[in-house]
């Protein structure tokens, strides 16, 4: 089987069917278009057209390779005319009977040799092979809307897939400008597998009353380097495709804790709130542009209690540092004094626990995330108790944005927003590692290229410290009593013996 294919179909002349189209008409294919909508391929020649002539004006290209790209585009009204493909790529609607069918009417029409794959998002590509008579030249293709920018594909192995058409995949889609990551067949593959860590206990989050929308959003952002909130991100996304992703990922892993959707989002979605796409969502839009809800100042306190932190705290040493260089009295008995501040730093832990079990006194307790290195974010995320006094809060908050910083004041749980987001991201992608689904470097390749996180999950886990992110999980499964906590077996046994979480097992 040729790696660089001369001649490739596509089927389905939507957003995916012509990025497709545009990528390999530039590597050099002749792409031939087929839709049952004629007036969808007819359009999709003319955008594709209209997007080359931009990059000529812009001088990126020249106007005889546009007329190149533009030559290699034909469109097809009949399914026989596909025959003389080596590659015939499908990105249709994504119902498991209709793209059957397709599958099977099209291996007769191609030749024996030739390659089908599919552009599904969330389907088993095993079960879309099923009906086929040579499952073995079928195989999953999965590229991400907008397909020219984004630069990473998923090639998918079903049960029955062959290694060489893998490989073919793979080599053509480096030819396509695309970096390829291998999958096996499983739901959400890679990508969509890894991103349920982030919106789910974000939404878990505010359905607890802990924080606010804009808030997660800013914390997130602010503190570990995400582009976008996950908010943000769904609602650019739109609920009409985030919310049935959660869902199907769910449902195909047999109610898996871990991937647990949100009633807020079946809500919105029922409602048509859908994000950006529909003016509403998470957030109003007005011309395009959110209305986000304006943080209030720092307060003024006038005169500031002494600090007292907990010798439990993670990361003290740092602590101590940070409240000398904001100009605290810090006290160093064995205890607190009656009029002081009283600081703790717990992982995964809520502040009420905290103070309970170290006999503080909970009105004047608050407590601070540590997880991160302080000077490495741009905010510091405070949590009160219940019986935590006004005061005690106001002169808390007043002290941590005494240079300027960012502060964020939460209500009690366990685990802090940046710490319950980040420890499940990583437990989601170490369980992923567990099942073999793909390689550790894929997975970071994967999930940096299609959901655009500063660093890879593994990596993340690796930044914050692979035995912190087994504190905060064993301690928030102790809190909650929930199974979606437990951590990954992959994880524990880096946590344990201390070994980077991208190191392969031997």
Not at 66 to 72: E, G
Not at 264 to 291: D, H
Request: aromatic fraction near 6%.
């Amino acid at each position: 089987m040729q790696a660089h294919f001369n001649i490739i179909g596509i089927i389905g002349a939507g957003a995916m069917g012509r990025g497709i189209a545009q990528i390999a008409a530039q590597a050099g294919s002749q792409v031939m278009l087929f839709d049952k909508d004629q007036n969808a391929c007819s359009q999709a020649i003319k955008d594709l057209a209209a997007q080359w002539d931009k990059l000529v004006a812009k001088g990126r290209i020249e106007a005889t390779v546009a007329n190149t790209y533009k030559a290699r585009l034909s469109v097809h009204a009949a399914l026989n005319d596909l025959s003389q493909c080596g590659l015939v790529i499908e990105a249709i609607v994504e119902r498991l009977d209709i793209k059957r069918e397709l599958f099977a009417e099209l291996e007769s029409v191609v030749s024996p040799h030739a390659l089908l794959v599919t552009n599904t998002s969330s389907l088993s590509v095993t079960a879309i092979a099923a009906g086929m008579k040579h499952p073995e030249r079928m195989a999953g293709f999965h590229f991400f809307n907008p397909v020219p920018l984004m630069k990473v594909v998923e090639v998918i192995r079903g049960v029955k897939t062959s290694a060489a058409s893998c490989t073919a995949l793979t080599i053509y889609a480096k030819q396509m400008g695309h970096t390829p990551v291998q999958a096996q067949d499983t739901p959400g593959f890679i990508v969509n597998h890894a991103g349920r860590g982030f919106g789910t206990e974000a939404l878990r989050i505010v359905s607890e009353g802990i924080a606010d929308f804009a808030t997660i959003d800013r914390i997130l952002k602010d503190q570990v380097g995400f582009k976008l909130g996950p908010f943000e991100l769904m609602d650019l996304t739109g609920l009409d495709v985030s919310h049935p992703v959660m869902e199907s990922v769910y449902n195909q892993y047999y109610q898996e804790p871990r991937y647990r959707p949100s009633v807020i989002t079946a809500q919105l979605f029922a409602g048509g709130l859908l994000g950006k796409k529909t003016g509403e969502g998470f957030y109003r839009y007005v011309n395009g542009v959110a209305e986000l809800p304006v943080e209030p100042p720092p307060p003024v306190v006038d005169t500031l209690p002494p600090v007292w932190v907990s010798p439990r705290a993670s990361r003290r040493a740092e602590l101590l540092s940070l409240l000398k260089t904001l100009g605290a009295t810090i006290e160093t008995g064995a205890s607190p004094s009656m009029n002081a501040l009283t600081l703790v730093a717990p992982l995964g832990f809520d502040i009420t626990t905290v103070a309970v079990v170290e006999r503080l006194d909970p009105a004047r307790t608050v407590g601070i995330d540590m997880l991160m290195d302080d000077a490495q974010t741009k905010r510091r995320v405070l949590a009160t108790n219940p019986a935590t006094r006004a005061d005690m809060r106001d002169a808390a908050h007043a002290l941590f944005a005494r240079d300027g910083k960012a502060v964020s004041v939460i209500r009690d749980s366990g685990g802090f927003v940046t710490q319950r987001v980040v420890a499940h991201i990583v437990n989601i992608a170490s369980d992923i590692c567990q099942q073999g689904i793909c390689s550790p470097q894929d997975l970071e390749t994967a999930v940096t290229l299609g959901l655009g996180y500063p660093q890879g999950p593994l990596a993340m886990g690796n930044h914050c410290g692979p035995t912190n992110i087994l504190e905060v999980l064993f301690n928030m499964q102790t809190v909650y009593g929930d199974t979606r906590y437990r951590p990954s077996p992959w994880l524990r046994r880096r946590g344990a013996i201390g070994l980077s979480l991208l190191q392969e097992e031997s």
